[in-house]
């Protein structure tokens, strides 16, 4: 599968795009999802030039993995929801929106059922608050 550079996550990962930014390292980004499914929906970017995770090395996997437990960890430490969703979709048949690998991280309360997947967009405002607080607790 060819990568196209062009996606909405190259660029934010060029600064192309804005987005709002949580942590960075050499391999990752993680940044909040403009159209959150429920509040503290999280996305973990590779910087690896691929559409899926079958185009991944293997290094650039363990990454995404070890920063995503890291946001999760300051997910559940500033919003304390009963559970964290954690996933990510490999074509558009399994659901994938922006082709570029990225690994969702999703606070889940009891009783609240998930909002539409990439369909409403977030308060900015709103989507900075609950930013802060991850930002705090990232350790
Ligand atoms: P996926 O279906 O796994 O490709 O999901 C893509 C995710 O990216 C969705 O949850 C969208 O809400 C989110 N998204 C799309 N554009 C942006 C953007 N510019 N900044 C942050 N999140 C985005």
């Known amino acids: 599968m060819s990568y ?14 804005p987005a709002i930014r949580l942590y960075e390292d050499d391999q990752t980004l993680a940044i909040m999802d403009i159209m959150p499914q429920s509040a503290g929906h999280c996305l973990i970017l590779t910087k ?4 899926t995770i079958f185009e991944m090395t293997p290094e650039g996997v363990a990454a995404c993995m ?10 559940r430490k500033a919003l304390s929801p009963e559970g964290v969703f954690i ?3 490999n074509g558009a ?3 994938q929106t922006v ?3 990225h690994f969702h991280v999703i606070p889940r309360r009891q009783g609240e059922d998930l909002k539409m997947h990439a369909r409403e967009m977030g308060d900015q405002a709103e989507l900075e608050r609950i930013a ?3 930002k705090q607790a990232l350790e």
């Open 132 to 134: 802060e607080q991850i």
């Open 87 to 89: 996933g990510q979709f």
């Open 99 to 101: 082709p570029h690998v």
């Open 66 to 75: 070890r920063t995503t437990q890291r946001v999760a960890h300051a997910v």
């Open 93 to 95: 048949a399994a659901g």
């Open 48 to 51: 690896e030039p691929a559409e």
């Open 4 to 17: 196209d550079p062009n996606n909405i996550f190259g660029k934010i990962l060029r600064n192309e795009a």
